[in-house]
């Protein structure tokens, strides 16, 4: 429906769908990105340990928290990829009973900053938790961020 069959409708715009996941019976599974042939994404990552940033912590732009990773990825990246990768450059990942709690960060209706958890990994995992949930099948949408609470 165009804006303009919205507003003769009801005289205002329809908000935006609803984020997040899919409601699990309905979610198709996206197509295997081809990774050789396919531009991957960037993906602004933000640390912490002990708990997840706050909305007010992405409030400014351009002042976001200063424990950022820049990772190039594709939409089919999985939790556990994600996890691997986080581990190389946070040590307190490492650990063998760090759990990571991850969450994206992106504007909601009224431009302001969201962060809602998606999932959670063991460090040293196999296959447990959400490790096998690729950002696509999560609701990720390209231009979010990605926020990790490091648990020890």
Request: glycine fraction near 8%; charge should be positive; hydrophobic fraction near 35%.
């Amino acid at each position: 429906m165009s804006e303009a069959a919205a507003k003769r409708q009801g005289g205002r715009p329809l908000p935006p769908p609803p984020r997040g996941p899919p409601p699990h019976a309905s979610r198709p599974r996206p197509d295997p990105v081809d990774r050789e042939k396919t531009c991957p994404l960037l993906l602004r990552v933000f640390t912490k340990i002990g708990g997840h940033h706050t909305m007010e912590d992405f409030a400014v732009r351009g002042k976001e928290p200063k424990d950022e990773v820049q990772i190039y990825t594709w939409k089919d990246a999985t939790l556990r990829e994600l996890t691997d990768l986080v581990k190389e450059v946070a040590p307190a990942a490492r650990r063998r009973n760090a759990k990571l709690s991850f969450a994206f960060v992106f504007p909601d209706k009224n431009g302001r900053f969201k962060v809602q958890e998606v999932g959670k990994t063991l460090s040293f995992g196999t296959g447990r938790l959400d490790d096998g949930k690729a950002l696509a099948d999560l609701g990720f949408e390209i231009g979010d961020y990605l926020d990790v609470s490091i648990i020890v």
